[in-house]
């Protein structure tokens, strides 16, 4: 069962509600990061008085007891929708936000090179792996510490905020200390102790979808990290494993308007990683848009055929810019008051 509080309710509002249920014996989870307190309440079945005492409470907005097994990730308990702020950075708005950047850092010169071009394009918010979860030993593993200190150079540099992939738990207070949003990849989406300790930090994530991972396995996992109190989690859709290797995953637009049905957590695509093809990058782009994305997540390398990971998906700035720029101009045709789906 989950208790909503009105979004003006105030901290002692929620308290009351909070020590009634600890009294009763109830064990909590506390959602209060992005948006109205949401209070989570685990294991054993509520008592049958209980529900019509606290939706008398003062700040109750209201108690669902869903049948689906997410709970703190279902879209009612935030009608509205959840929006992530990473710095100026807005996930869940009116706009997509598009941030860019290179596979993996590869070089100093090359990150800060890369990072102009993104700034140029329109870019608002840098990607780059300094960990990078490469499927074979023998490839260019990341740049590690190193990596994340080139991007905090890259942002002081352009101004823009940046996001990388933490890939181990033991990783993730290094990683939290330099990035402004960790990303947890498609390999780790079910790895349960990289997402209690990534949540922990109450830093924004971006939670990649597994690979091979169904929509409610994916929620499952969001839900891990709001039920550690974060919810500041932020859905990426990247493509699945299909039975066709003419593309490198087929790319699941259907996620986009579903996700939005499903939950209040922002719902960003990545038509890189989705494609593997750099020909396809800019029209998926503009398909996840037009679909709703909240985002998109798009690896942009200075020469993209000398890249040491993932070349054949990098697109140039001069596609990224006109990615940006048509997106711009899509997204202004699903205001609200267009489109039943631009929720
Ligand atoms: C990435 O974005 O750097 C990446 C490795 O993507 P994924 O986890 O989706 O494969
Ligand atoms: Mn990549």
């Known amino acids: 069962m989950i208790v909503t509080m009105q979004s003006d309710a105030s901290e002692a509002e929620a308290d009351n509600v909070i020590a009634l249920l600890r009294t009763n014996g109830y064990d909590l989870h506390l959602i209060r990061d992005a948006g109205p307190v949401a209070i989570g309440i685990n294991g054993r079945p509520i008592g049958s008085d209980l529900p019509s005492v606290i939706c008398d409470m003062p700040g109750v907005a209201h108690i669902h007891s869903g049948g689906r097994p997410y709970k703190l990730a279902a879209r009612g308990v935030r009608p509205l ?3 992530v702020q990473v710095g100026e950075v807005q996930f869940g708005g009116p706009l997509p936000a598009m941030i860019a950047g290179p596979c993996a850092v590869e070089s100093r010169e090359q990150t800060l090179r890369t990072a102009d071009i993104v700034r140029e394009a329109g870019g608002v918010m840098l990607r780059g792996g300094a960990f990078k979860p490469r499927s074979s030993p023998y490839s260019f593993q990341g740049m590690g510490e190193e990596g994340l200190q080139i991007l905090a150079e890259a942002r002081e540099r352009t101004g823009l905020p940046f996001v990388t ?36 930090t109450h830093k924004p994530i971006m939670l990649k979808r597994g690979f091979a991972s169904t929509i409610e396995e994916w929620l499952l996992s969001a839900e891990y990290i709001l039920a550690e109190g974060n919810d500041r989690v932020v859905l990426c859709e990247r493509g699945i494993r299909s039975f066709d290797t003419a593309t490198r995953f087929t790319l ?8 939005k049905q499903l939950t209040h957590l922002p719902i960003i695509v990545d038509p890189s990683h989705g494609t593997g093809l750099r ?12 679909a709703g994305a909240h985002g998109l997540v798009l690896e942009v390398h200075d020469n993209p055929d000398e890249a040491l990971c993932d070349g054949p998906q990098s697109i140039t700035g001069e596609t990224l810019a006109e990615i940006i720029s048509r997106s711009t101009a899509i997204s202004s045709l699903l205001s609200p008051t267009a489109s039943l789906l631009a929720l």
């Open 81 to 83: 929708g959840t929006t």
């Open 165 to 200: 992939e933490v890939m181990e738990p033991e990783q993730v207070e290094l990683v939290a200390a330099y990035a402004d949003m960790l990303q947890i990849g498609s390999r780790n989406m079910m790895n349960v102790p990289l997402l209690r300790r990534a949540a922990a």
């Open 252 to 259: 699941d637009l259907n996620a986009v308007p579903l996700i």
């Open 279 to 290: 020909e396809l990058v800019a029209p998926m782009s503009l398909a996840a848009v037009a």
